[in-house]
């Protein structure tokens, strides 16, 4: 028992050290560029009202074509734990093509939905408390496990490029290992609270406002 408490304790000061020294500008551009995006698809989208409906119904359909939702029309926190878990890690994967840096269509596309489905709310004359009520409870753990998961794939990408270029030894071995520990003992338990979450709490939230 004490030699896997001291494991853990050992991971998370690697992970610790990494964040301060390699992984932090990664991760603060990219928590930027994601705040940026999301305020002006949101502004946009109350102008373009007809563009921005027609994204949130594509959007409704391809959440039915997910089959994240359980017989009784209701969510499943282990079916939207897999949708999740299978998107971050496609983030990052993205990483491994160097130079074209294709994690930002995951950053741009999650964002945009934000933005644009707040938009849409306003425009159908709801107000955005009952926007944040349906995607805030869940989206406090959800969103950080993207945002860090994004992250990562720019951090990976970076790596990559360096290595083409230099041909720096080791480099890509030692950047997968602290990914691997970031998303293991990070964006896992983020995305099953944020599942559980969204499948148990927010429905009860939603309901305070109907």
């Known amino acids: ?30 928590a930027i560029a994601f705040g940026a995006i999301v305020v002006l698809t949101f502004v946009v989208s109350l102008f373009a009202r007809d563009l921005a409906a027609s994204i949130v119904d594509r959007f409704a359909a391809m959440v039915q074509d997910l089959g994240i939702m359980d017989k009784d029309g209701g969510f499943s926190a282990l079916l939207i734990f ?30 945009m939905l934000l933005g644009v489905m707040g938009g849409y709310y306003v425009n159908n004359g709801h107000s955005l408390l009952v926007y944040l009520a349906g995607i805030l409870p869940h989206g406090i753990f959800e969103l950080p496990a993207l945002i860090i998961s994004l992250a990562l794939g720019f951090y990976l990408c970076e790596v990559v490029v360096t290595y083409v270029r230099k041909n720096t030894k080791g480099l890509v071995g030692t950047a997968l290992k602290n990914i691997a520990r970031v998303f293991l003992f990070w964006v896992v338990p983020l995305l099953m609270v944020a599942a559980a979450t969204e499948a148990y709490i927010t429905p009860l939230i939603l309901h305070l406002f109907v």
């Open 1 to 30: 028992m004490d030699r896997i408490k001291n494991w853990i304790k050992e991971q998370y000061d690697i992970m610790s050290r990494f964040f301060h020294r390699e992984f932090a500008p990664s991760l603060r551009i990219t």
């Open 82 to 111: 897999r949708n999740n878990l299978q998107a971050t890690a496609v983030s990052i994967l993205y990483g491994f093509i160097p130079f074209l840096y294709l994690p930002a269509l995951s950053l741009g596309t999650n964002a």
